[in-house]
């Protein structure tokens, strides 16, 4: 196999494909055709929005967020352990492989989800949320091996505007069979939408065998044989560890980063809940408004890393947070349709940027010399998935308890205030000043 050199265009353009590839999860899956399909077959005159789950009385949304807080929560222990071993084993590929096929069966899995085997649809969900996330972890641990500082910026903005493409390129296909059904002859209303969850599995898995085939494999980092795993795992951790703590910057960045995500990846994954039950909107507008905040993420990924590059990335991703905390504001008194368009707009402006300088902000931290990038990786994406879990959590604790979701999304405005505290804690350390320097 070939090998690539940092910066090299073919080898970042197979890296970017895995964000193409994934990213119909994040946008079928968790932001429309499934939240849309979920609260409606969920939804009984009956029995109003409460489910029964393995006999427990639950809001089915807040069922929803509890399986993916559980996930969560799984992946984030899981997750150092498995990239130290990877970085020790030389395995880094084999796991971002392992996770992508878990995530694309279980996807297909969810072809089968019916009112009446709601156990099954939920099981699938949160086994197609760990599979995302633990292919993202992998893939992001690639980084700083393909592309210099000077250019991380730029390449993961590239990898977030793929992602987008993609996804948008999926849903349009999904639409298809979802608005003009009479055209490929489908008369079960419900065929549709599970036959987008199919295409969104298949498509994961074909696209990633692109980055499979370029990314090469990481070298062991330590000797492994005759060592049992146990051992293998625990020595490459504490090295690790050890490693994370010397470096301050990373330090001072990771507590912001844990605040200010745990509100943004909240709103992203409960925005369709959020539209389809404060404004019902009905499924092709909401799912429309959310196709616009996916195009839209496309220049805000770009004009994002531009802004990096003249002001410095703390700086922009404080003024980011502080839009977010208006958003949440916003949200608490939306009334009518097109508040709903408007805050699309400016939700998907703000998410490409901010996902996309977060992780070469994070990317930037990481010494120069360290091989074991996935295991640094890994404190970052652990961070972000213990701030999903208690945002969705608390997201649906409050609206278990008050049946009103516009707490929930009120109360969000709490996470980002601290974030963006904290962030001005991170602009005054000095060291900081050498991510600016890199532009």
Known sequence: MKVFKKNDKRLIRAWAMYDWSNSTYNLVITSTIFPVYYTTITRSKETGDVVSFFGFELVNTALANFSLSIAYLLMAFALPF???????????????????????????????????????????????????????????????????????????????????????????????????????????????????????????????????????????????????????????????????????????????????????????????????????????????????????????AYLMSLLAKKIGNIKVLIAVVFCWILICVASYYMRHEYHFYLMAFAVGLLMGGIQSLSRSTYSKLIPEHVTDTTAFFSFYDVTEKFAIVIGLFSFGIIEQITHNIRYSALFLSVFFIIGFLLLFRVLKFNNLQLIQSNQ
Request: charged residues 15%.
């Open 82 to 300: 498995l990239s130290a071993y990877a970085d020790a084993a030389g395995k880094r590929k084999y796991f971002m492989q392992v996770f992508t096929y878990l995530g694309a069966f279980a996807c297909m899995g969810l072809f089968f989800f019916h009112a009446d085997n709601l156990e099954w649809g939920i099981i699938c969900y949160a086994l197609a949320a760990m599979g995302y996330i633990g292919g993202v972890a992998f893939n992001n641990a690639y980084l700083p091996q393909i592309a210099t500082p000077d250019q991380q910026d730029r390449v993961s903005a590239q990898g977030f505007a793929y992602g987008y493409v993609g996804c948008v390129t999926l849903q349009l296909i999904c639409f298809l069979f979802i608005f003009k059904p009479e055209w490929f002859g489908i008369h079960d209303a419900s065929f549709p939408p599970r036959l987008s969850f199919l295409l969104v599995g298949v498509w994961w898995v074909s696209f990633a065998q692109i980055t499979f085939r370029f990314l090469p494999k990481n070298k062991p980092s330590i000797q492994i044989k005759n060592r049992p795993f146990i051992a293998q795992v625990k020595q490459e951790f504490s090295s690790v560890w050890q490693q994370v703590r010397k470096v301050e910057a990373i330090r001072r960045f990771l507590p912001a980063y844990f605040f200010y995500a745990m509100g943004i990846q909240t709103l992203l994954i409960v925005a369709a809940a959020f539209g389809e039950k404060v404004l019902q909107l009905g499924a092709s507008k909401l799912i429309a408004s959310i196709l616009l905040i996916q195009i839209v993420a496309i220049g805000g």
